[in-house]
């Protein structure tokens, strides 16, 4: 029982990550930023890359892993999305280019380093640590940690700093900011760094805990859509609790059933939601996409 | 000739399965994700009820069209109740559910190892067997998607679709049942879907799940973006031009797998150029917005 628990707190902390990073994208830009799944996969393989390919240490590949995800998010900013915020297009336009962006993501990887499971391993398998009678690795307990500290980064960055009351602005009504002169597109790019650098932390700490595939961000991006939805749409506090939900629901039901069904029932749990309440646990049903 | 048959086979269910999207992402205005899913429900229905139980190709088809149909409407209602956000999300949550039952339901599907020896189509006593026999009935199946998709775009239902679709509540306003009509239209292009998932399973006479996933749902819809939206021709041009783009790549002579990364990395490259540079696609009646 505690260990169902603690696994749903560990892939719940995994869930939120990403779901922090997609929703900071979500509710200040208004659109779904799928290719954040490329994004997580590419600095997953920078960092395993650099620590098993050109034997950097880890905490050294880890960083550069990081910040380079967080330039990648710019440049995708900058560089694709920008140009169709120009054009005035509309929610489905970034959809569909986000996708084509997150397709040709995972295949260069897939590409460039095959489609087998990597892995940082290069020692025997620890066993972990025993905690309250249940058991937990090293790089769970980073997990955790990366988590917990991120979320109250940018909690502290939004209410507490003028560029995050900036940021909440544009994401709340952009038009209004730039009338009012905020620079909404130098707010643009610190969003996307920021949220494409916690991306990226969440898929190095996923490929330590699991492994590498090309596939990793997309599978992980799809539970960072159901929190970001079934904790609220233009609520990001809301993510946690849906993270945790989703992570016990997900534990769950590989306890009871038949451990392949449980993607199954986390998408089940999203159509309940979208069904009975869609607003989601803290969000505001009126808010929207696009326009 | 041979060869150039069954690309004529990929290009007729291709072209089938393009427009029977376009109905709802051209017409009605909502993209969805779901196209593979319905695709590949149409394709195991035929494939359990011709393997399992015997039946004929018609009914085996009509059967998957039925339930391809009826699970739309539980993804439609529920959430074009809502916004449209949610519909397109529903519609993705539909389809990795599709693909996970398919791959995890293994009593029933086999999972991954899918459904082999599925006979070839029988109608009426004539069994297609030659590749040219079944880019026949690819083509029939086509022309019997187009036409389906026409006079329902040329009819009073498709200008509520397309009224619906340039501003909802002016429609709604009018008095239409904007909720029934995008229902309608999505249940539609559902069994469509599954009609030519219906003659895939038989011209292949093998099915499994990894050709009905979330990324052939987006080839799909690639392929409405590429040709053109909400047009008669443009779906059929998209699915042409993408049918075709990876034997084009096949003469560079590379491995197999790394022509289908690149192939996957020119179609994603390719939405990214379509929809910066012309979201009307190719030959489209609807520019994407």
């Not at chain 2, 359990?48 to 085996?60: D, S, Y």
Request: charged share 10%; net charge positive; with cysteine.
């Amino acid at each position: 029982m505690q260990q169902i628990l603690l696994n749903a707190l560990i892939s719940g902390s995994t869930y939120a990550l990403v779901g922090l990073g997609f929703g900071l994208v979500l509710f200040t830009r208004r659109f779904f930023h799928v290719a954040h799944g490329g994004v997580i996969s590419v600095a997953a393989y920078l960092c395993w890359a650099l620590a098993t390919g050109a034997g950097l240490p880890l905490a050294a590949s880890a960083g550069i892993a990081v910040l380079a995800a967080g330039l990648l998010g710019m440049a995708l900013d900058a560089g694709v999305y920008r140009p169709l915020r120009k054009k005035k297009a509309g929610p489905t336009i970034f959809l569909i280019s986000s996708l084509g962006i997150l397709v040709a993501l995972q295949n260069g990887l897939s590409l460039i380093f095959g489609d087998d499971v990597l892995s940082f391993r290069s020692g025997r398998i620890k066993i972990g640590v025993e905690v309250f009678g249940a058991r937990i690795t090293r790089v769970q307990i980073t997990i955790l940690a990366v988590a917990l500290v991120t979320w109250v980064l940018v909690w502290l960055l939004l209410r507490g700093t003028r560029a995050g009351r900036m940021i909440r602005a544009v994401g709340s009504d952009a038009e209004l900011a730039h009338i009012l002169g905020l620079p909404a597109e130098r707010l643009s790019l610190l969003v996307f760094f920021a949220a494409s650098s916690i991306g990226g932390a969440a898929g190095i700490l996923l490929g330590l805990d699991v492994g590498l595939t090309p596939m990793m961000g997309f599978q992980a991006l799809f539970m960072g859509v159901v929190v970001v939805i079934l904790g609220g749409m233009g609520n990001l506090a809301g993510i946690a609790p849906a993270a945790l939900l989703v992570g016990l629901v997900r534990e769950a039901a590989g306890w009871w059933l038949p451990t392949q069904w449980q993607d199954t029932s986390v998408f089940l749990l999203l159509i309940v939601f979208l069904a009975l309440r869609p607003q989601g646990i803290l969000g505001d049903v009126s808010w929207k996409t696009g326009e | 000739m041979e060869y150039g048959l069954h690309l004529l086979v990929l290009i007729a269910l291709y072209g089938a399965l393009a427009t029977s999207l376009d109905l709802v992402a051209g017409h009605a205005g909502r993209i969805t994700l779901s196209q593979a899913a319905f695709y590949g429900l149409g394709a195991y229905a035929s494939a359990l009820l011709a393997v399992r139980a015997g039946w004929p190709f018609l009914a085996g088809a009509l059967v998957g069209v039925i339930v391809a149909a009826v699970l739309s409407l539980c993804v439609s209602i529920p959430s074009l109740r809502l916004r449209d956000d949610a519909f397109v999300l529903a519609t993705f949550a539909f389809q990795m559910i599709v693909f996970s039952v398919l791959n995890n339901w293994t009593e029933l599907t086999r999972g991954p190892l899918g459904i082999p020896g599925i006979p070839r189509p029988r109608i009426l006593g004539w069994r297609a067997d030659s590749t040219g026999e079944l880019a026949l009935l690819a083509a029939g199946i086509l022309i019997l998607t187009r036409l389906v998709v026409s006079r329902l775009a040329g009819s009073p239902f498709g200008r509520v679709l397309r009224a619906l679709r340039e501003n909802e509540s002016w429609a709604q306003a009018l008095g239409k049942d904007t909720l029934r009509c995008k229902a309608s239209a999505f249940a539609v292009s559902a069994g469509l879907a599954a009609l030519a998932g219906s003659l895939w399973a038989h011209y292949v006479t093998y099915v499994d799940p990894f050709g009905f996933t979330f990324m052939e749902s987006v080839l799909i819809l690639s392929m409405v973006v590429l040709g053109g939206a909400a047009s008669s021709w443009g779906p059929l041009i998209g699915a042409a031009m993408l049918v075709l783009l990876p034997e084009a790549l096949r003469l560079l002579g590379l491995s197999n797998a790394a022509a289908a990364n690149l192939r996957q990395i020119a179609y994603g490259l390719l939405l990214v150029l379509m929809m910066r540079f012309r979201p009307r696609g190719l030959a489209g009646r609807y520019e994407l917005r």
